[in-house]
């Protein structure tokens, strides 16, 4: 049956990234024989440059008919004074997705321990998956934005604490059963009833699975201390988009780092975690991996299509252990060399 890919390149390295993406993705179809049709949307800053509208109406009407949702990264210098900027399409897809739950693994390749930050020993025990809250708190509370006062609210219902603290502990089950819960619960009420539906679910029915709970700022540094401590890293939104870019130095670079988002049913969002890295956009130079390794978790989660992702993920841990590789882990590569590389393994 055919799946209908939305692809979504967006701004900055967003569009390189898909490419390459999208590469890796043909030679996988063609291996396992599937059947995979793209459908390219404006979205971010370049749609606001088309329509002035970061999240068009077409855009997002297909979104809503798709299997799954590919996103390169949105944002730059160019809107960041504007009143519609990139980032509120973003947070308007998420939610229009339902996409409440945002897994992002990171584990160190074999092979790769020299690009950590952590010792060898430290580096090889790296092997996480941080589930953020994706479509609550503080990105989606009332906002008052004056000269002299500015106020985000942050609000959370227990049920939207619940769905993704089920996901948590269900995906404990299959890795090493641990789960940590990330909150502030010594200042933030938001935090304490976090800290109060995560305890209820767990004792209702997740016993066999081991929780803690730790203050966010204790975990950023324990993220560094001991990571090998930890297995899923359960938190709210703003605390996991912090923590999931601080965890992606462990690796190596946050090029590398992929993510899916998931709610009811099979359709996701997915997008490497890095931005649109204006820095380095047009250059050929940004790392393709988060981009590939979020194709393989979509071919996984949405695309009924498990071996032809594992296919991808061998290929990416042979192709870096062959050197193989963009500047920012110090490989001879360009995006599109390096993506090719991969295309040609899988
Ligand atoms: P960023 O992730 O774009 O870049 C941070 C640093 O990491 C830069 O030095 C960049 O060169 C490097 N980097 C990022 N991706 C890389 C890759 N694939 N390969 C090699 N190096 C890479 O974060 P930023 O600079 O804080 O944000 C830039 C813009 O991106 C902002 O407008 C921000 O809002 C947006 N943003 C978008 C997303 C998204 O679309 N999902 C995520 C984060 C930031
Ligand atoms: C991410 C990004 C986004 C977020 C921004 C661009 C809205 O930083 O996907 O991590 O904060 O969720
Ligand atoms: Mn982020």
Not at 123 to 135: C, G, M, N, P, Q
């Amino acid at each position: 049956m055919t799946k209908r890919i939305v692809l979504l390149a967006g701004d900055g390295v967003g569009p390189e990234v898909v490419v390459a993406a999208r590469k890796v993705l043909a030679a996988a179809a063609e291996k396992f024989a599937l059947s995979l049709e793209y459908d390219d949307r404006l979205f971010g800053g370049a749609a606001i440059d088309a329509t002035g509208n970061p999240f068009p109406a077409e855009t997002k009407a297909a979104c809503l008919k798709a299997d799954a949702v590919f996103l390169g990264a949105v944002g730059g210098p160019k809107w960041d004074s504007g009143a519609l900027r990139p980032e509120a399409g973003l947070l308007a897809l998420r939610k229009a997705l339902g996409v409440y739950a945002n897994l992002r693994p990171v584990s160190v390749a074999a092979g790769m321990e020299h690009l950590s930050p952590l010792t060898p020993d430290r580096a090889k025990s790296v092997d996480l998956l941080i589930i953020r809250e994706l479509t609550g708190g503080m990105y989606f509370g009332k906002r008052d934005e004056g000269d002299e006062t500015a106020r985000d609210e942050c609000l959370y219902t227990r049920d939207e604490v619940t769905r993704v603290a089920r996901i948590a502990f269900e995906t404990a089950r299959k890795r090493r059963g641990r789960v940590a819960s990330i909150d502030k619960a010594n200042v933030l009420a938001t935090s304490r009833l976090w800290r109060a539906a995560v305890n209820a679910l767990h004792a209702a029915e997740f016993r066999d699975v081991e929780l803690s709970h730790v203050l966010v700022d204790a975990m950023a540094m324990r993220l560094i201390q001991q990571p090998a401590a930890f297995d899923v890293i359960l938190t709210e939104n703003l605390f996991g988009d912090i923590l999931s870019d601080e965890a992606s130095v462990l690796s190596g670079s946050i090029g590398l780092a992929p993510s899916a988002s998931l709610g009811e049913g099979p359709r996701g969002l997915y997008e490497p975690i890095h931005g649109s890295a204006p820095d380095i956009a047009g250059q050929d130079k940004a790392n393709p991996v988060g981009a590939i390794l979020s194709a393989a978790m979509m071919l996984r989660y949405s695309l009924d299509a498990g071996a032809a992702a594992d296919a991808i993920d061998k290929a990416v841990s042979i192709a870096l252990g062959d050197a193989r590789g963009t500047v920012d882990i110090g490989g001879p590569d360009s995006t599109a060399s390096f993506a090719e590389a991969i295309a040609a393994l899988v």
